[in-house]
């Protein structure tokens, strides 16, 4: 509701293009018109509030929801508090206060990647939140140990993109590199304990 409220409120200092997209380097490589770039953000963060507030009531699994609910509620508080954040930076830019997007997303996106391994460490099985693999989701057994090192690496993701402050040029690589190589491990070790399960 903040963020409607913002965009109504600065809707008529903002250009008529507004910028909204950057690139590695973060320079602007994409627009927007005025409407749709005061409002799009807005809009998916109530889409997505809603579905979040809809997965624990529709999961098959969801009396496993409740056993981490504590951990879930948080990451959806946080998620809807980082679009708010990247919300309020692209407004900034626009109404001319110049900075390099990429390097103020650094500490947030590490904030949210800490909390993903907080999360990780304690989600219990489910089709909606955490790895979901066909191993995990086929074992209790492989979906608790990938979660427990899968947690740890995304907690170590984190901190790599904190580094990404200190690094304009390079906040990018210490932010996307790390989470690709959690998501890559994580698959192909559920995969092979899940083969160790069965033999």
Do not use: C
């Not at 018109?33 to 098959?60: C, E, H, N, V």
């Not at 989600?123 to 990938?146: C, D, H």
Request: proline share 5%.
């Amino acid at each position: 509701m903040l963020s409607f409220i913002i965009g109504i409120y600065f809707y008529p200092q903002m250009p008529e293009k507004i910028a909204s997209h950057w690139n590695a380097q973060g320079q602007v490589d994409g627009y927007m018109s005025k409407f749709w770039g005061l409002f799009l953000m807005p809009l998916l963060s109530m889409i997505l509030f809603l579905l979040f507030i809809a997965i624990p009531k529709i999961d098959p699994l969801k009396h496993n929801i409740e056993k981490f609910r504590k951990y879930y509620d948080g990451f959806v508080v946080l998620i809807i508090v980082y679009l708010f954040y990247v919300y309020l930076l692209t407004i900034f830019w626009n109404i001319g206060i110049r900075f390099s997007m990429v390097q103020p997303l650094a500490p947030a996106m590490g904030i949210l990647f800490y909390y993903i391994g907080i999360l990780t460490e304690n989600a219990k099985r489910n089709w909606f939140i955490g790895i979901r693999t066909p191993w995990t989701l086929s074992s209790e057994k492989v979906w608790e140990k990938t979660h427990k090192i899968g947690g740890k690496l995304f907690k170590t993701a984190g901190a790599f993109a904190f580094i990404g402050v200190f690094f304009q040029s390079y906040a990018l690589f210490f932010i996307l590199v790390p989470i690709i190589l959690v998501a890559a491990y994580t698959i192909i070790y559920s995969y092979f304990e899940y083969q160790k399960e069965t033999r």
